[in-house]
């Protein structure tokens, strides 16, 4: 498998706006529905090894950034139709498995994968309080 480098969303920019259902609660998170004061956005799937050999991460991410208020959400902008096992369920029973509290979300348009020029996974977007980019790439150990 090849590495995909991350586009680049230039720093500066606002958040995208976007409303997608959770695919653990079935309940459509928006973008002003996420408090905090900085808001981590990290497009991730369930099949990709990349995502597999960091995943353990993002629940350390949760409990360690939730104390300074940053707000985490995870975007799956995977098609259905040609992957399968990265579906509403599947994100579900491993959103369960691994202790992930944040909104796991179903892009299946890859509408806002686009607007935030995500072209890989797992992708991470840093944002202010202003909900303004201030980092944006790959998971920095």
């Known amino acids: 498998m090849a590495l995909t480098p991350s586009t680049m969303l230039p720093l ?5 706006p976007f ?10 998170i928006t973008l002003d529905d996420l408090p905090g004061t900085a808001l981590l956005v990290m497009f991730i799937c369930n099949h990709c090894p990349f995502v597999v050999h960091v995943r ?11 104390e300074r208020g940053v707000a985490i959400v995870a975007i799956n902008s995977n098609s ?4 399968p096992q990265d579906g509403p369920e599947a994100m579900a029973r491993l959103a369960r498995e691994q202790g992930w509290g944040f909104p796991f979300l179903m892009d299946a348009t890859q509408d806002v994968a686009r607007a935030y020029h995500a072209a890989c996974t797992p992708d991470f977007f840093l944002f202010d309080a202003a909900r303004t980019l201030v980092y944006r790439g790959q998971l920095d150990g």
Request: aromatic content about 6%; overall charge negative; hydrophobic content about 35%.
């Open 12 to 16: 500066g920019t606002p958040a995208p």
């Open 56 to 66: 353990a991460e993002f629940a350390r991410l949760e409990r360690d950034y939730a």
């Open 19 to 28: 409303a997608l259902p959770d695919a653990v609660t079935g309940n459509t």
């Open 80 to 83: 259905l139709r040609t992957h």
